[in-house]
């Protein structure tokens, strides 16, 4: 659904910032988004707030897997989402969320549009 | 590509919706949704949640879909049938395929003045804003009508802080659900919250102020006067069917728009779902029947050929904080049957079993107080009953007659009434293997809506001999214990070292945390170096506890609760300086809430350099060692429990452990310290002291129990130092050491024989592991303020550090900072799902 060209990429941090399995916080054009690095150093980006809870805290869920999927924990309340799609794996019809996200020149670069 | 026109776009409209577009996966129809409201759906059954802060936007149902046409304020004004197009006033919509779903609307009765400024019906978040904005300024309410709606009402009334009184005809409160007894029961929980109640009578008229410009009240039928500011009518409702009526579709006796099972109009092109249908003439007001409908719906408009089963009319609600159900022939209609109540004014539950004639069989029932039988009640209903009345209405105890319960219920008898799933399907689903709830859950989708029937499924697991799972989640088989030893003896250092030699995946939330317990149990160091910290639960990961808006709260140790007046002061600096909300603790130390992640490391510096240390409140680990004042100072005190208690919180401080550890000590036989609610509680003797272990407060309080009696000061450390080991390394995950002692082969005895007489001959290697967390121990604040690179986590954003989270605002409550109101959200539970029989 992405078209390319009217694409805004904004540079948030250098690649390393983000540790495997270990999330940050951003701010992109004023939404706070949260960047995970997985185990296998893929990297996601998901709304940083809890769509339940309500605060943004999501950047500092435990990441993990469940099935095939890997997943971020609400540290909140615990509920799993899948780091994807943005679906909350735990109740349904809740979702977060999800941002494009990639690495340019060392830097961890989310798509701002 | 045909044409889908949804008339209305409320829950049951938006589920109908999402329900064909996810199975729509052919693309073969494209959907237009007319909706009168200028909102997207949102969830109606929680509207009164609108005054107690959630906002209309948690409220919102609305799920973004390129595929669907919303056009919000844009009511159908009438459908041409003959041209097969729905008419707004924005233009034509030509459908193949028309639904209904209009729902209800309030019914107000035939009164003068219900056209007065201050006179609201209660159905619409735009209602309730209205209400909100009217009430401002205003002193007394008064609502019509006294059942579900009208309760939720007075509510809303109350927290917007106006006197309140509620006029219902019939001669009780919730006339359709429960009886004359359950309503009175009601009667006194709702007046007890200073709301006054008028039953058996009507409204004869509104009345305007001299002036005209607005209501001043309500005139009865007994001729009394309520003066009142501001007047809500929740009278009931009536199915939404004018345009359907104008177009010449059948209505039912009662009003809706007549439909078959398969909720398809005498125009096959044209369907109704939701309150506004009325399937073979009957409404259903609830919104489970619904989703039911519109799943029906969904799946025929798919080539499918489900019906719509009717529908469970069985509710069980909180109502102004009291638990209310009903299920069944609840009123006793049948003939020949007979009542069972069950009335206690002590703790003030009311319940009422209908049986058939016989007396064998259930038939309905009212709970007023306590709802807790209501899964096994309604289960059972049309079927032998579970076990004698009176156990099955008497408020539970320890579950065990509910146990009985279940084993009697027949095996069509409905567990989840939510999703219809019977006794049989969940016996089922446990025969081809699901070990566990979760399980049952995603095989049978039983427990997934309400979650009221979890219990039972709980005990239907236990009455079929299940051996429930050992396995710590889906990433590993093993137990805790299993894993711990895994570790120790192995001598694994890292999680992925073990999720890749002993499990599968790459963890969660669950196994994460319990491996970092025990790897910091073994003494592997700062629990946030490398890969440990991704282990870590945010509490432990900021060495602070989150709070609901993502704060954090902070807890310096203070061990025995003992502090000099010069560290008090620092407390009141730091929280000072920083903003915060102090408040005492039970475990006699101060909490400090409302520090942004930021702003840790700054107020751990100021604590750490004033001397304070971390106290673990955010950790799986010790505690504290409350204590009273003890022989120093107190007349009647026969030892130092403040020395000791320092003592023991000074030796066992940062220990990990399965769940969190609570001790206290108390200087004499008094027990000013409560150490018997302890997971180690020591009381002095005028010999020495005694030890009880496995006591604690919370969810399920329990006293410890008498461990050894008058021991020398070396004996009891040697104890403890054991006891506490020994449940480290043996006790599951969560399970405190109340929990741990029950489960243990020979309980209490075989602990002792453990610590004391070395029976299992581990006790060199407890005392060692002991001895090697006192020496390796450090503070984990000074650790981390200490180091740099580790500051660097404590940051809002990574790419804009400087700026604090600006959704984190607060208000002011007596005279300390408390999240914003705006900000307080309290849990959404997941939307109820239906089942639909094919």
């Not at chain 1, 805004?8 to 999330?23: H, I, K, M």
Request: net charge negative; proline share 4%.
């Amino acid at each position: 659904m992405t078209d390319t060209l009217t694409e805004r990429w904004e540079a948030v941090c250098p690649q390393q910032r983000v540790e495997p399995e270990r999330g940050v916080a951003a701010l992109v054009d004023g939404t706070q988004v949260a960047i995970f690095r997985t185990y296998d150093d893929q990297l996601f980006a998901i709304e940083n707030r809890d769509p339940i809870a309500g605060a943004n805290v999501m950047s500092r869920g435990i990441v993990g897997s469940r099935g095939e999927a890997p997943t971020v924990a609400s540290p909140l309340h615990k509920e799993v989402y899948d780091l994807r799609t943005g679906e909350c794996l735990d109740v349904a019809g809740v979702a977060v969320r999800t941002f494009a996200v990639r690495v340019r020149d060392g830097m961890v670069e989310v798509s701002a549009t | 590509m045909k044409s889908l026109v949804v008339v209305g776009n409320g829950m049951v409209g938006q589920r109908f919706v999402e329900a064909l577009r996810s199975r729509d996966t052919a693309g073969e129809w494209r959907v237009t949704v007319l909706a009168e409201e200028g909102r997207a759906a949102y969830d109606r059954v929680r509207l009164s949640a609108f005054f107690d802060g959630v906002s209309a936007e948690e409220l919102s149902l609305h799920t973004e879909d390129s595929g669907v046409d919303l056009r919000l304020g844009e009511p159908v004004m009438r459908v041409d049938r003959q041209r097969r197009v729905a008419v707004t006033g924005g233009g034509e919509y030509p459908y193949d395929a028309l639904v209904f779903a209009t729902g209800s609307y309030p019914f107000v009765p035939p009164v003068d003045g219900t056209d007065l400024p201050g006179v609201f019906v209660y159905r619409t978040l735009d209602d309730l804003e209205a209400i909100r904005e009217h009430a401002k300024g205003r002193r007394t309410g008064a609502v019509i009508g006294g059942g579900l709606l009208g309760l939720e009402a007075a509510n809303a009334l109350r927290l917007l802080g106006l006197s309140t009184h509620v006029v219902e005809f019939a001669p009780r409160l919730m006339p359709v659900q429960v009886d004359e007894a359950g309503g009175a029961m009601l009667r006194r929980y709702v007046e007890e919250l200073d709301v006054k109640v008028h039953t058996g009578t009507g409204t004869t008229a509104i009345r305007p102020r001299t002036d005209g410009q607005a209501v001043h009240g309500l005139t009865l039928s007994d001729g009394s006067w309520v003066q009142a500011d501001i007047v809500v009518v929740a009278a009931g409702i009536r199915p939404r069917d004018d345009v359907a009526r104008a177009a010449g579709l059948d209505t039912g006796e009662r009003g809706g728009i007549l439909v078959d099972t398969a909720c398809r109009t005498a125009d096959e092109r044209i369907w109704a779902i939701g309150e506004c249908a009325a399937v073979e003439g009957r409404c259903y007001g609830l919104v489970a029947p619904g989703y039911a409908m519109a799943e029906v719906v969904a799946d025929r408009l798919l080539g499918g050929q489900a019906t719509f089963p009717g529908a469970d009319m069985s509710t069980k609600l909180k109502l102004l904080g009291v638990d209310v159900a009903s299920f069944g022939d609840a009123h006793g209609a049948t003939e020949g049957c007979l009542d069972v109540t069950f009335t206690d004014p002590a703790t003030r539950v009311y319940a009422k079993l209908v049986l058939s004639d016989d007396a064998k069989t259930l038939l309905g029932g009212v709970l007023v107080g306590d709802a807790s039988a209501y899964p096994t009640l309604r289960a059972s209903v049309g079927g032998p009953l579970p076990g004698p009345p009176l156990a099955l209405l008497a408020p539970e105890s320890d579950g065990a007659g509910t146990r009985s319960g279940i084993a009697a219920l027949p095996g069509g008898a409905q567990v989840c009434s939510c999703n219809a799933v019977t006794k049989d399907q969940i016996v089922g689903a446990i025969h081809e293997g699901c070990a566990d709830v979760p399980a049952i859950k995603a095989c049978t989708r039983a427990g997934t809506s309400c979650g009221s029937c979890v219990p039972m499924l709980k005990q239907l697991l236990a009455v079929s001999g299940v051996q429930l799972s050992k396995a710590l989640c889906e990433h590993f088989e093993h137990s805790r214990q299993e894993l711990f030893e895994i570790v120790r003896v192995r001598g694994i250092r890292t999680f992925s070292q073990l999720v890749t030699e002993h499990g599968r995946g790459r963890g969660c939330d669950i196994c994460k945390p319990a491996v970092a317990s025990i790897l910091a149990s073994l003494g592997n160091g700062y629990v946030l170096d490398g890969e440990q910290a991704t282990l870590q639960d945010t509490n432990d990961h900021f060495l602070a506890n989150i709070q609901r808006d993502g704060t954090y709260s902070v807890v310096p140790r203070i061990p025995g609760g003992e502090i000099t007046p010069e560290k008090l002061i620092v407390i009141g600096e730091v929280a000072r300086d920083f903003g915060l909300y102090t408040k005492i603790t039970g475990g006699q130390r101060i909490d400090l809430f409302g520090a942004r992640v930021e702003q840790l490391p700054r107020i751990w510096r100021r604590l750490v350099d004033a001397g304070f240390e971390s106290g673990h409140a955010y950790g799986k680990a010790l505690r504290t060692v409350k204590s009273c004042v003890g022989s120093t100072w107190c007349r009647y005190g026969v030892q130092d429990s403040v020395g000791l208690a320092v003592a023991l919180e000074l030796r066992y401080r940062g220990l990990r452990a399965p769940h969190k550890i609570k001790s206290a000590v108390s200087g004499c036989a008094r027990e000013c310290a409560e150490a018997r609610s302890k997971d180690f509680g020591i009381i002095a003797t005028d010999s020495g002291w005694n030890l009880y272990v496995g006591g604690n407060g919370g969810f399920r309080p329990r006293h410890a129990d008498l461990f050894a009696s008058d021991l020398s000061t070396d004996d009891l450390v040697r104890y403890v130092d054991r006891f506490l080991m020994f449940y480290i390394r043996t006790a599951d995950r969560l399970q405190r050491t109340a929990a741990w002692i029950e489960a243990m082969d020979g309980g209490l005895d075989h602990l002792r024989a453990v610590i004391v007489d070395d029976s299992l001959g581990l006790c060199a290697d407890l005392d060692a592991a002991i001895a090697r967390h006192v020496e390796s121990y450090e503070d984990e604040w000074r650790a981390t303020v200490d180091d740099p690179e580790r500051v660097r986590r404590f940051t809002s954003f990574v790419n804009a550090p400087d700026t604090p989270d600006p959704s984190i605002t607060f208000a002011v409550e007596r005279g300390q900072p408390v999240p914003a109101l705006g900000e307080r959200r309290p849990v959404v539970l997941g939307l109820p799902t239906m089942g639909v029989s094919q």
